[in-house]
């Protein structure tokens, strides 16, 4: 028998060593570069990756902006922001590292052949760092810029390499709009190249969400509307709009909060398991959820609007007073919903949403409330003695998960009081969380588009939302109907009264 | 200084007060959380390696550690413990979080029947970690029993005075026993260099290593094993490796950062499975056929 040439067989000196996702090489170029989102987010997520040896060895990174500046201007703007908001100590022999391979590019392309110096840009970097025409197509932009870029950079598409969009939210404003935006961008890019960010999806926690229902035996045979009373989910803010008027009189909380990341996490809660973890078979299941959420009357949707009051003892300004609103407006800042998913496991079981600014504080929590126990053999000292189990998967802040169970109080007789058994990240894990941006810039370097969205689960979570605010063209709520520092307003409360069930406030 | 633990009751009453009193004074007690036992057999002249080593390990790996000191040339039979709970804040959370340290020092003929005392303090169903430091006793009941109640045994076989000779031995526990050595830990960026440069290497006949000779043995004979060949050692003692050559072929690492001995130590406590690759290349050691 003849051995086969080494060159054709597999590596044998790679048995045994940990797989490591390194990513080809390539050039990422960021749209929107003297933007919020690139200093406070993308670079530092681009350096902690850079950090820890993920980036691969050839790799460039094009900031792309409207504002002139030079290349070396902006290494240095930069630089200030990793040093400002980077999770790691600023090494400067990482920095420089990764600074060697950055450049930038004034341009408008709203301008004829504005894009050409882009292309040239890249071009070059493919000669000066090896990046093969790998390209990485980053739109941190507004909704109403993504077109033209899309427009430009798929008419130039590199002749070699592969090629990948991210789309940053909001994707579209509407149904419509989302689905306009999609067939723009599916005109030039497939599917598997087009990467739509819900940063959400790229929060540990979320992801254990799926380790804990799909990883532990004991928790799907309890997973379904046998055991679960119902579901809570909270999406709750503390701060007002941050100076972000202009864009938060447009989306409002249903468009910024709801139809993103609320949904994800209904969808994340109640889908199926998927047969492996690869992107369709994850996304497969939770376009079932969305397909199968039933759109909710306008007695179960709330919206309100926070008036003046007092976060952490400091008086705040209304809505209506905060900088750039209309004193009249009609945004809604906070939404509650009661949703149901019509399947097998879910039916008759309420997932309740809200989501609100300049709440009493910062928190994003899924709380599984099960079915109390049926018979307790036991005489109570009080109603409150015996409440129901909750699984409580707390996002952010103190990642985690918690169940809390009932336990004997030491001494005579049966008193029951409720404990939580806390695991949290921070306290188990040796390593700190790493952002949810660097861990999906990292999958799509590496073509991994598990945690990202596709179109029709876009379009399904848009087609919900277009039937909740429906209804809201015909009402004129009286806002603002919640003190800033309250838990929202007292319809929301009653929402989940009418059901003999009541928001956790802690 | 509190007076001495002598039983396994006082250390779990002792174990038990430290957690209540580690609170404020009507709060909460603080957590403690555990994902792993981590045993340590430090003799005399590994202590102060041992406790440096240790010192911000358990802010990373969470877990009751039971610190071994043997005395077997004590005149008196007898365990003596302390007990302190190692509680730190962690970014975003809002309480402490603690770890337990038991030191137990081992005396008289109490050294040589340590797993009865070390069974009762072993967190069920977690996994449990032995760091031997300096050589095994080979063959010793020490040694037997503490691996049987072990799920790894880690080593560094950069302390042992003869090496090959240490190989050779512990080839015949790895039918038993899970290993790590973090002397071959130590090697993994240059293996991983040295794999780029395959197809090149496949018929390689001689190595070149400068560094510290445990790993350049350890390096030759992987590479020797994964070729099937032999290969022949050309080394060069240095502190550290610095030089991996195969056959004219430099290898080259990619950045990465020395790590510390905690830094090593750790990454073996985030290892669950067989090493097959690493007990291949100890086996080659082996006059036995294994």
Redesign the interface.
């Known amino acids: 028998m003849t051995q086969a ?3 054709t ?1 597999e ?7 940990r797989k490591r996702r390194q990513a080809e090489p390539c050039a990422l170029t960021i749209f929107g570069a003297s933007g919020d989102l690139t200093q406070r987010k993308l670079f530092p997520a681009l350096y902690a990756l850079a950090f820890r ?1 993920l980036l691969p ?1 050839n790799f460039g990174v094009v900031g792309v902006a409207r504002t002139a500046m030079s290349d070396d201007d902006f290494r240095e703007k930069m630089r200030q922001a990793v040093a400002e908001h980077g999770r790691d100590e600023f090494r400067q022999d990482v920095w420089d ?1 990764l600074a060697e391979g950055i450049r930038y590019v004034s341009t408008d392309f709203a301008d004829e052949g504005g894009e050409q110096h882009v292309v040239e840009c890249l071009n070059s970097l493919d000669g000066e760092r090896g990046t093969g025409g790998n390209r990485v197509y980053y739109l941190a932009v507004p909704p109403s810029a993504i077109e033209a870029i899309v427009v430009a950079m798929g008419q130039r598409r590199a002749t070699g390499g592969w090629t990948r969009v991210i789309v940053e939210k909001p994707f579209g404003h509407d149904l419509e709009s989302a689905r306009h935006l999609n067939e723009v961008i599916r005109t030039y890019f497939d599917e598997s190249e087009i990467f739509r960010i819900d940063h959400y999806l790229g929060k540990e926690t979320v992801q254990n969400m799926l380790v804990l229902r799909f990883a532990n035996g004991i928790f799907e045979p309890i997973w379904n509307r046998q055991f679960i009373d119902h579901v809570q989910i909270t999406v709750a803010e503390s701060l007002g709009i941050e100076g972000r008027a202009a864009f938060y009189e447009q989306a409002g909380a249903i468009r910024d909060i709801v139809q993103n990341h609320l949904l994800q996490l209904v969808a994340l809660t109640a889908m199926e398991p998927p047969i492996d973890f690869s992107a369709d078979s994850v996304r497969n299941e939770k376009v079932k959820v969305l397909k199968a959420m039933h759109t909710p009357g306008p007695k179960h949707v709330i919206r309100g609007q926070y008036g003046p009051g007092y976060i952490e003892g400091e008086e705040v300004p209304g809505y209506r007073e905060e900088e750039g609103v209309a004193p009249d407006s009609m945004t809604e800042t906070y939404v509650a919903a009661k949703l149901f998913v019509d399947n097998w496991r879910w039916a008759d079981t309420p997932f309740y949403i809200r989501t609100g600014k300049r709440m009493p504080r910062r928190e994003t929590t899924i709380a599984i409330e099960f079915k109390r126990a049926p018979h307790p053999p036991f005489e109570l000292d009080s109603e409150d003695g015996l409440r129901p189990n909750v699984l409580l998967v707390h996002i952010q ?4 998960v918690s169940l809390a169970v009932g336990a004997k109080v030491p001494g005579q007789g049966m008193t029951i009081r409720t404990v939580h058994m ?1 695991f ?10 790493p952002e949810a941006y660097e861990r999906l810039i990292l999958d799509c370097l590496l073509g991994d588009a598990t945690l990202f969205t596709r179109a029709d689960e876009v379009e399904e979570q848009w087609a919900i939302v277009d039937a909740m605010v429906a209804p809201w063209k015909r009402d004129r709520p009286s806002f603002p109907n919640y003190a800033a520092g309250s838990w929202g307003p007292a319809a929301a409360a009653e929402l989940l009264a009418r059901d003999g069930r009541a928001w956790r406030m802690h | 200084m509190a007076d001495a633990l002598t039983t396994i009751r006082d250390i779990d009453r002792e174990l038990a007060r430290l957690r209540d009193a580690s609170g404020e004074p009507g709060a909460h007690p603080k ?1 403690r ?1 555990s ?1 792993l036992t981590h045993m340590a057999w430090v003799p005399e002249r590994w202590v102060e390696a041992a406790t440096e080593t240790l010192a911000g390990l358990a ?4 877990s009751r550690t039971i610190l071994l000191f043997p005395r077997p040339e004590d005149r008196e039979d007898s365990l003596e413990a302390e007990v302190d709970l190692r509680c730190f804040l ?6 402490e ?1 603690c770890s337990e340290v038991i030191s137990i020092r081992l005396r008289g003929r109490r050294a040589a029947a340590p797993a009865s005392v070390v069974e009762p303090l072993l967190v069920p169903d977690l996994p449990v970690f032995l760091r031997w430091r300096g050589e095994c006793p080979w063959g010793s009941p020490e040694l037997e029993e503490l691996v049987d109640v072990t799920d790894r045994l880690i080593v560094d076989s950069s302390e042992w005075p003869n090496p090959e000779q240490g190989y050779d031995r512990l080839a015949q526990l790895l039918g038993r026993a899970v290993v790590s050595d973090i002397a071959w830990a130590r090697t ?1 960026p240059w ?2 260099a ?2 780029t440069l ?2 090149e290497i ?2 390689a006949s001689s190595m070149r290593v400068a560094g510290p000779r445990v790993e350049a043995l350890l390096l030759a004979r992987w ?1 020797g094993v ?2 099937g060949r032999e290969l022949e050692l050309e080394h060069e003692p240095a502190g550290e490796i610095e030089l991996v050559d195969v056959d004219g072929h430099e290898a080259t690492p ?3 950062d020395r790590p510390t001995a905690s830094d090593l130590l ?1 990454g073996q406590l985030e290892i669950f499975a067989r ?4 007990e291949e290349a100890v086996r080659s050691f082996s006059s036995v056929a294994i």
Do not use: K, M
């Open positions: 040439p080494a060159a067989q590596n044998p000196l790679l048995a045994g060593l040896n060895a590292e802040p103190d990642e985690g806390d949290l990240y921070g306290g188990t894990f040796r390593t700190g969380l | 957590l959380t994902v802010e990373r790996h969470p962690r970014g975003g959370i809002e309480r979080v993994e293996r991983r040295v794999a395959w197809p496949a018929e590479l994964r070729l990619a950045r990465f750790s090493d097959r690759i690493y």
